[in-house]
């Protein structure tokens, strides 16, 4: 089965702290996405990569950065994090080039 | 700029009705329309559709797209509590291999 894996469920952090968010996918999927889902807003794509050490904006990357130092793994970064950044975000890898993403379950932040 | 629309936003029905649910699009190097569910937890693959007038159907789900008027449908038959959750329209941009998200339409089955 596939499976994509983000590492927390729920963060509480304070204004101006770190946040890492990891996620992991078991698929050898290329592209790897992050978004966040905000209500009434939908999904909105933060930051998407195509290959290892390859990441492109997406969106709304301001206030964010990424790392992908291994192809399954991809990290969303929170350099300091902001009461705006309260969301739950969602972590995606691609099946080749079909469009069919599959999600993890999610990463609610709350900031403080 | 790119942008998918979903109408209605929510809707709430009776367990056995038939519902549809709307999903319109602009977007450049248009390659295909995709449809999730989201219960609680993460987005599920429903449908991916590439070529006008084919429905493709699963169970009591059916969806079509029409690549002229740049719209598709899901319909739902004999709706059930277990189908109440967001669902989401996506269009595949071809170029970027972003996907265009909705924001989603807020279904409730209620007994």
């Known amino acids: 089965d596939v499976k994509v894996t983000q590492s927390s469920r729920y963060l509480v952090k304070r204004t101006g702290e770190k946040v890492f968010l990891e996620c992991v996918q078991d698929?050898?999927?290329?592209?790897m996405f992050w978004y966040r889902q905000d209500p009434g807003l939908g999904l909105r794509l933060i930051y998407f990569?195509?290959?290892?050490?390859?990441?492109e904006k997406g969106d709304i990357p301001e206030g964010y950065s990424v790392s992908r130092e291994k192809k399954e793994r991809f990290s969303l970064i929170l350099e300091s994090a902001s009461t705006n950044q309260t969301s739950m975000y969602l972590c995606?890898?691609?099946?080749?080039?079909?469009?069919?993403?599959?999600f993890g379950e999610g990463s609610r932040l709350t900031v403080l | 700029e790119d942008k998918v629309v979903q109408s209605p936003l929510s809707l709430v029905v009776h367990e056995g009705d038939t519902v549809t649910l709307n999903c319109s699009y602009e977007?450049?190097?248009?390659?295909?329309l995709l449809w999730y569910k989201q219960e609680k937890k993460a987005p599920t693959f429903l449908f991916m559709l590439?070529?006008?007038?084919i429905e493709k159907k699963s169970g009591r789900l059916s969806s079509i797209l029409d690549k002229k008027e740049l719209f598709s449908i899901l319909n739902i038959t004999a709706t059930q509590t277990g189908d109440s959750a967001i669902y989401l329209c996506?269009?595949?941009?071809?170029?970027?291999?972003?996907?265009?998200f909705g924001k989603g339409m807020k279904l409730t089955v209620n007994p």
């Open positions: 995606a890898s691609l099946r080749g080039n079909t469009g069919e993403l599959f």
């Open positions: 698929m050898d999927h290329e592209n």
């Open positions: 990569s195509y290959d290892v050490k390859m990441k």
């Open positions: 977007v450049t190097n248009f390659r295909s």
């Open positions: 590439t070529s006008s007038g």
């Open positions: 996506a269009a595949d941009s071809g170029g970027s291999e972003k996907l265009v």
